[in-house]
């Protein structure tokens, strides 16, 4: 079925991703610059499960440089999807009574979108953002993610809260961009598609925020400029009993 897909191109991939100027202004907001007189924040969520002594309780602003060290940072958004044309095949093998070739365009177009996030990202590293120019890595190599930098999505252990998805949608203006939009649970759709921040902190690493206590959903929800019930409604799933 891969080969038709690609032979028969049924499906279309699109993508859209920015970089900004980027600073962490708090313990856990990022600042960045849309343009010379436009300034947004994404909220993180920092670790607050008691580690060994000398191991730090992090958050993904700990890999953006403070505004006070005057040190100019950035950090990258972006959404790609491959998930154009899935739909329409799915309901034309279930018409036809074929419930695994319905699953199975589905899967294939999951997979390809991972792929185009792989793709995109190695795009951003060694030519858009630069900061990789000579990477020079294996295909082994970046299947194990020895790159610099990481990806990480909202919804994902590093950063839970889905409600940042919709500060990446209206910066880099998604919908209409790429077509790709946000239901109300804030899933994308179509469902084969990923987005996400880029990092490029040779520190940076994948990690999980684990449960947090409701001091952190309080304080969240002050910086965010939302209830206290809105955001716990969010991030139940690791609010801590």
Not at 186 to 210: E, I, K
């Amino acid at each position: 079925m891969l080969k038709r897909i690609i032979s028969e191109k049924w499906l279309t991939a699109k993508a859209v991703f920015g970089l900004f100027e980027a600073n962490s202004i708090s313990d856990d907001d990022i600042e960045i610059t849309i343009n010379s007189e436009e300034k947004t924040h994404f909220r993180t969520l920092r670790q607050q499960s008691k580690k060994a002594a000398g191991k730090p309780n992090i958050a993904l602003a700990d890999f953006i440089a403070p505004k006070t060290t005057k040190k100019q940072d950035y950090m990258g958004c972006f959404c790609v999807s491959t998930g154009f044309g899935t739909a329409e095949h799915a309901k034309a093998f279930e018409a036809a009574l074929d419930d695994y070739n319905s699953i199975m365009v589905k899967a294939l177009a999951d997979r390809l979108a991972e792929a185009f996030a792989e793709y995109l990202h190695k795009q951003v590293r060694t030519k858009h953002w630069g900061y990789a120019t000579n990477e020079g890595l294996t295909n082994d190599d970046l299947i194990k993610e020895s790159y610099r930098g990481i990806r990480p999505a909202p919804g994902y252990p590093a950063c839970p809260d889905h409600l940042e998805k919709q500060t990446i949608w209206e910066i880099l203006d998604v919908e209409n961009k790429i077509d790709v939009v946000l239901t109300e649970s804030l899933a994308m759709w179509p469902a084969a598609s990923v987005s996400g921040y880029y990092f490029g902190h040779p520190d940076a690493r994948y990690f999980g925020v684990g449960k947090i206590k409701e001091d952190q959903v309080a304080d969240f929800a002050a910086r965010k400029g939302i209830s206290i019930a809105k955001a716990t409604q969010w991030l139940k799933p690791i609010i801590a009993d």
